[in-house]
């Protein structure tokens, strides 16, 4: 159990992208529905929950925390032996009479749209929870109007988590699992070297005014995006794989850079953003680091035209992203130029087991994206349950079909999610 009493408080220096750029975004979150394998109560499932949660944030204090004024801007202040109470603004209960209802039944779209209203769910963005009493961390269960079913909510604030951090949590909260500690100290160098890494004249290009300029029209007139999602076939990948590997000339080619090219190409991108984990490709950088240990690589038509080009890019270290300048925002004003920009971000890689609960099965685990600032393309490889990994994809450039022809892809995760 977390300690009873102790106000003596911990203040983190965050990075400079964590106290930049990702203040403006919203929680990770996902939502898992469960279902009843017969002898599981929601009571029981809520006690063994909370109980795990005090081991987590007993071994991981910051997920207490708050963002305040630090004395280089945004910094995380956290309790050094987080009291019940405290944790107690971590977990909620809902129970089918409240305002909030997650039917698996319903629509995707419907769900992510009611959790983002409610607000009762996801946690905000971080100028949305700085200097207020508000968690950065919220684990929910709300339980589902239909019988022996509920929907697990999970949300820690992006300033402070990012994919790999966000699912090292999740898997210390099924209960019994192993709980260690994450280290919230920030290496400070990271902004630096990761640019040095990861393509620095690149990143620069996507946080100047020219570019800003370029997606300005998409953020200003969006288009509605479709949004599907299928399970990966394994006979599919396997082929591409193989075909990916041979034509290419490489040793081989990973699922990722088969479906990061696939959907770059089906989009007709003039640049891709694919997000990276940096913590086993950046000097310095540990696998128990608390943190933003990420970066996006933006690439060019030349450099994930193919599996194999994608594979020889991630190969060698600085990365080479691109063949060509990055786009002219004079050559697109006058019509010389793309401003189509698509992003991949995968989630599959870091979800391991995931949640287990006694009495329970595991119906499907999903991503939650805000639709309303769905407007590009986008895709998530995610792990959809145990052994099942999945996409699901918001396009504006393509449609459904597009994307069953240009990716390995099977049989849709839910046709009532995904109608």
């Known amino acids: 159990m977390a300690q009873v009493a102790s106000e003596e408080m911990t203040e983190v220096e965050l990075m400079k992208d964590e106290k930049g750029g990702l203040m403006f975004e919203a929680g990770i979150t996902t939502i898992t529905f469960y279902k009843s394998s017969g002898d599981g109560s929601f009571e029981t499932a809520c006690t063994a ?18 963002l305040v004024k630090g004395k280089t801007g945004t910094a995380l202040s956290h309790p050094k032996a987080p009291m019940a ?27 992510c749209t009611d959790m983002y209203a409610n607000k009762k769910v996801v946690v905000g963005s971080g100028f949305g929870t700085k200097g207020k009493d508000k968690p950065l961390a919220i684990l929910t269960l709300l339980e589902s109007s ?14 402070i988590a990012d994919g790999r951090t966000y699912y090292d949590i999740y ?16 290496v400070m160098s990271f902004s630096e070297t990761m640019r040095d890494t990861c393509g620095r004249k690149e990143l620069a290009w996507m946080d100047s005014v020219p570019a800003m300029c370029m997606m300005m029209p998409v953020m200003m007139c969006p288009k509605k995006p479709k949004c599907c999602a299928f399970y ?35 989009c007709n991108s003039r640049i891709g953003m694919m997000g990276i984990d940096c913590r086993d490709k950046v000097a310095g950088l540990g696998a128990d680091l608390a943190g933003n240990y990420v970066s996006a690589l933006s690439i ?28 002219s925002c004079m050559k697109w004003c006058v019509g010389m130029e793309s401003n189509s920009f698509s992003m991949v971000t995968n989630w599959s890689s870091f979800a391991g087991e995931m949640i287990s609960l006694e009495g329970y ?5 999903l991503p ?16 959809s349950g145990a052994g099942k990994v999945g996409v699901i994809c918001w396009v504006v450039s393509t449609d459904e079909d597009g994307i069953k022809q240009s990716l390995p892809v099977g049989e849709p995760v839910s046709k009532e999610l995904f109608p």
């Open 368 to 383: 939650v994206q805000d639709p309303a600032y769905m407007m590009f393309d986008m895709m998530i490889p995610f792990a």
């Open 300 to 327: 060019d038509p030349d450099t994930f035209s193919s599996p194999a080009s994608m594979r020889k890019m991630m190969s060698e270290k600085p990365y080479k992203t691109v063949a060509k300048p990055m786009p």
């Open 232 to 266: 990966l076939d394994p006979a599919r990948v396997a082929e591409a794989k193989a075909k990916g590997a041979k034509d290419g000339g490489v040793p081989y080619v990973t699922t990722n850079d088969i479906l990061t090219s696939g959907f770059f190409n089906e």
């Open 146 to 159: 239909a019988a022996g079913t509920f929907a697990l909510v999970f949300s820690i604030s992006h300033v």
């Open 49 to 66: 929950l909370r109980s795990q949660l005090d081991k987590v944030v007993g071994a991981n204090p910051w997920l207490a925390g708050r």
């Open 171 to 186: 898997n210390m909260l099924s209960p019994g699992s192993a709980v260690r500690s994450l280290s919230s100290t920030r």
């Open 361 to 365: 099965e595991m119906s499907v685990h």
């Open 85 to 111: 109470s405290q944790i107690d603004k971590l977990f909620q209960a809902l129970k089918t009479d409240d305002a909030l209802k997650l039917d698996p039944t319903s629509t995707y779209e419907k769900i």
